[in-house]
């Protein structure tokens, strides 16, 4: 699931929620040039696996090309796929092109496959995105690698395992153990409140974000924004930063929430990030930091509407400042001081949609929507 408004982000997080995504892929176009002339044969054999590859409709028959090994790892090695076809901005209205560009050799038993994403009309191509793809040779027997995996070995990124976080570290950033273990630190207070038991997760810590989209593949996404920091891949627990940080908190609670999901079916966006920037704050900044930078605004002394508490306006002087983030955190704020952390989160846990929101708001803060305005302005004035 994306998130709409991109340019704020700090966080983009992509899973496979509940629907079979390549229900909205079409058949694999193939560069003419990659099937004739070619003096490798191996070549040919790459093609005819990722076409069936994209044939399949079905996970299980898909994962059937896969490595086993990236299997035992990965919950959903083919991340990508979710990651484009999810994208709001095109699910409901397209279905995917993939179309192979290019294959390359790695070495004697690894290819890797350029493939790009475009959506289609009449009048149009747009390239959504262009991701790399591994294949190897496994005696003969072609099959599907995931990037990333592939990626760590290759380049020999260093691994250091701390309590449940394995942290990757690229070769242009160092160990920093006071980072590492307040990660930890983090974690285990997370976990605690969240009522769960601390999840393996593996950090991906890289220099910026250029490394942090090639070391999984991603040559081109047209949504990628420069300056997100961090981004969560959901269905395998692994948490990408682009700053060398190795303690991001907020993609930790990101996690948490969405292990939740997994056992009471309760999800909703404007909590998960509401949660994650009231512990882990957001582009780099605290809570705190935000409002004063609210508070500070014209526009916010103005007339600023605070109806909508899902898509609030971003303010122009602000662009660091998602409102609907740091306004979510606020509450949270006013919630855990009511009922303490532990039950206030609980409460937050079972909310499902925008009503259930203003409901409970209502009941916890004695706070109706139409005061809801006055009730900020008041809690962003005294902070
Ligand atoms: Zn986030």
């Not at 496979?16 to 191996?42: C, M, W, Y």
């Not at 990101?254 to 309760?266: D, G, L, S």
Request: charged share 20%.
């Amino acid at each position: 699931m994306w998130l709409t408004s991109k340019f704020f982000l700090t966080s983009i997080v992509f899973f496979s929620l509940k629907f079979e995504i390549l229900a909205q892929v079409s058949a694999l176009g193939i560069n003419p040039e990659l099937t004739t002339n070619q003096r490798d044969h191996r070549i040919k054999e790459v093609c005819s696996l990722l076409t069936s590859y994209f044939a399949n409709n079905e996970s299980h028959d898909r994962y059937k090309l896969w490595n086993s090994n990236d299997l035992v790892r990965l919950a959903v090695p083919d991340i990508y796929l979710s990651y484009f076809c999810a994208s709001e901005k095109y699910s409901s209205t397209c279905s995917f092109k993939p179309y192979l560009l290019q294959i390359n050799r790695v070495d004697a038993t690894t290819y890797s496959a350029i493939i790009s994403f475009s959506k289609a009309s009449p009048s149009f191509i747009s390239i959504a995105g262009i991701v790399e793809i591994i294949v190897v040779d496994l005696k003969g027997t072609f099959k599907i690698s995931n990037t990333l995996l592939f990626s760590l070995k290759k380049n020999k990124w260093r691994q250091v395992t701390i309590g449940n976080v394995i942290f990757n570290l690229s070769p242009r950033v160092l160990f920093d153990e006071k980072q590492a273990s307040s990660l930890i630190e983090f974690d285990t207070k997370i976990s605690k409140i969240f009522g769960l038991r601390p999840i393996t997760i593996s950090y991906i810590s890289t220099a910026d974000f250029a490394e942090m989209q090639k070391i999984r593949g991603m040559h081109f996404d047209l949504d990628a924004v420069q300056g997100g920091a961090a981004q969560t891949d959901f269905d395998n627990n692994i948490i990408y930063v682009s700053n060398g940080r190795l303690d991001y908190f907020h993609e930790v609670v990101h996690i948490y929430y969405f292990q939740n999901y997994k056992k009471t079916n309760c999800y909703n966006q404007f909590w998960s990030e509401a949660l994650a920037t009231y512990w882990g704050g957001s582009m780099e900044q605290t809570l705190d930091w935000h409002i004063k930078q609210i508070r500070r605004a014209r526009e916010f002394n103005d007339s600023y509407n605070f109806h909508d508490l899902e898509n609030l306006k971003s303010i122009d002087s602000l662009p660091m400042t998602n409102m609907s983030y740091v306004i979510g955190a606020l509450l949270c704020k006013g919630i855990f001081k009511k009922l303490g952390d532990q039950n206030g989160l609980h409460k937050i846990l079972l909310v499902n949609d925008m009503d259930q929101t203003y409901k409970l708001i209502e009941n916890v803060l004695g706070v109706k929507k139409n005061k809801l305005g006055e009730y900020l302005r008041d809690q962003i004035s005294q902070l």
